[in-house]
């Protein structure tokens, strides 16, 4: 037998054994093994088990080991204009609210008067004028609280505000370049296919009409697809307090005697949190009292009934009602089993005519956690959420819903709504480490004139660098970030806490596998498919084809990483019908922004799911018929802006 025969035979023997062995997939193109990896990126996406960025950097990763992306690119993502961009743009955004800039916007919101269509008008509207020079989440994140207490003060639904108040942010992020990742996405992707990016108002002439059409559409119709739930102005239903409140006393043989709240806490292991601890009518906030329990010490904390019996047995607290259960007079006895029948031990002042225990400078506050949280998935103990943080977990709602779970067995997802008890002083530090946004019990301050001068001055030189070619929007944002980090605006600890990591590690991670998408062919063999379907229809169907399939991802997965799926995608129909590359570009643009259907696609909706008591189902009442006439709207207004 020749070397040659050999050749081919052992060349045939090893085909078998890849066979046998299961391995055939090795043989299979890059462009399928790319739909493979993006597949599962998809599903793992939309499964949610695991964070976006770390589904992200895996599927990066595979395919480097699958030889998709070269080794010595895989991270040149994170030196991406477009991810620098984003980044500059978070710190700007920080600096705007810690300037008091958008405080002072607040203020004047928090004067419209009872009128419903109004206060949507101006809570909606000044969303949409915010989204468009900063993040679409950070101007929610300004607004939710000054929403939350105009619900609460003229005792509205806040499920009648919240959701339109989140869809707005998604609307104003239409308007600018710097408005929202996907702009930011697609006017880099432009640059990396034509040479020359889109600029920052660009995207204002159907960001604006966009806009505007969804603003009147929410304002006049869509608030009322918004489900009206039961719960009132506040969350004073979930988070009863009053109901829970109670005053247990140390008594002579307790052997809570002696020990500080720590060691109670470690002898209870439990986390019910003390309130406050009274003293010779002294009363001291719980955080702030570290000595040591005394007899006659009187314990304010939150407890059911179970707790109630727990706390006897273990320590020897008792509820103040029954220490006095032996008091003759039968009006008094009758208001002590009143009082624990409720879960509610009043006062002792007067036998004949007690009052409600007093909680005022408690300085509770409720927060939302929001998706990119540390909270997540993690318990109050793995937390250390009062050695690391010096918070206190009063309470967790979720669903609209109060838990009624020990607090030590709760592990926090997105959206849940905390009561939250510490220092004023650190609280606001502490919730921005936790990943948590404040909602109610929030000040809002005006900030230092000088600095808010500055910061504005300092963002107009960045747009007129990038008006006027002077500088790459990357480099303008950065730059405006430098200076507003040098002259004190934003603290440089801030600065970096406001730096959204899963974003940025979501970003830089799919860029390369996007642009796999492209280099493999994938996108191209989506295109054909595209272009055979819609061959005997005009551009636009297929425009609006590419318009629904962007919007539908969008809703499963976060809308930068639609954008650069779909971008390859839209420069493929555009080449396949011979046509500008821009308008298709316009349509992702748009599209990925529109994440109206669930409360995952987009992190405003995510934020106020629980504060807003809605669920899963509610989005798409509202979200489809606005989805639709942003649709009606952006396809006339890119054909018309940006002709084929």
Known sequence: MSAEDMSVESSGVESLNLEALGLEWLALTPSTLVFIVLGLTLVAFIWGRFRYDLVALAALLGSVMLGLVPAENAFMGFG????????????????????????????????????????????????????????????????????????REHNTS????????????????????????????????????????????????????????????????GWRLTPKRSGQASTDEMFDT????????????????????????????????????????????????????????????EAGPDELQMLEDKVGLSAIAELEEEAEDPEHTASGEEGEKTGT??????????????????????????????????????????????????????????????????????????????????????????????????????????????????????????LFDLLPAAVAMSTAALISLLIGVLPLREGYQAIDGPVIVLLAAMIPVGEALETSGGADL?????????????????????????MLLSNVVNNAAAALLMAPIAVSLANGFDVSLDPFLMVVAVSASCAFLTPIGHQSNTLVLGPGGYRFSDYWKLGLPLSLVVLAVAIPLILLVWPL
Request: aromatic share 4%.
């Open 242 to 301: 009053a109901n829970y409140l109670v005053e247990l006393k140390v008594g002579e043989e307790s052997k809570a005697k002696g020990l500080t709240l720590q060691q109670l806490r470690d002898e209870l292991d439990e986390t019910i949190p003390v309130l406050a601890v009274v003293r010779d009518d002294n009363r001291r906030a719980g955080y702030n009292f570290h000595g040591a329990l005394e007899e006659g010490d009187i314990l304010l904390l």
């Open 526 to 550: 989506i295109a054909d498919a595209l272009l055979r379907f819609g061959s005997d229809w005009p551009v636009v169907v297929t425009m609006v084809g590419l318009f629904l399939l962007s």
């Open 345 to 466: 031990v009043e006062a002792k002042d007067t036998a004949h005519d007690r009052q409600p225990v007093d909680t005022e400078g408690l300085q509770l506050i409720e927060a939302v956690v929001r998706n990119d949280s540390m909270m997540i998935n993690r318990s109050v103990r793995q937390l250390r959420l009062n050695h690391q943080f010096g918070l206190h977990l009063v309470a967790v709602a979720r669903d609209g819903g109060r838990l009624k779970q020990r607090l030590r067995d709760i592990r926090f997802k997105n959206g849940d709504v905390l009561l939250l008890q510490g220092s004023e002083n650190e609280m606001s530090d502490s919730l921005a480490s936790l990943g948590c946004l404040p909602l109610a019990s929030r000040e809002l301050h005006l900030g230092q004139p000088r600095k808010l001068a500055m910061s504005i001055a300092i963002f107009a030189l960045a747009i007129i660098a990038m």
């Open 158 to 221: 806040p499920s009648l505000l919240l959701m339109p108040l989140a869809f707005g942010s998604l609307l104003g992020g239409l308007t600018t370049l710097i408005g929202t990742p996907p702009n930011i996405i697609i006017s880099s992707y432009r640059r990396d296919v034509t040479g020359e990016a889109f600029s920052m108002f660009s995207f204002s002439p159907v960001g604006i009409a966009v806009a505007l059409a969804g603003l009147v559409f929410i304002v006049l119709v």
């Open 80 to 151: 991406h204009p477009a991810v620098i961009t984003v980044a500059a743009v978070l710190v700007l955004s920080r600096g705007f609210e810690r300037s008091g800039v958008v405080d002072i916007i607040s203020n004047q919101v928090l004067k419209v008067g009872e009128n419903l269509l109004l206060q949507l008008l101006v809570l909606v509207g000044t969303v949409v004028l915010l989204s468009g020079i900063m993040n679409n989440v950070g101007a929610l994140a300004l607004l939710l609280p000054v929403a939350m207490r105009l619900a």
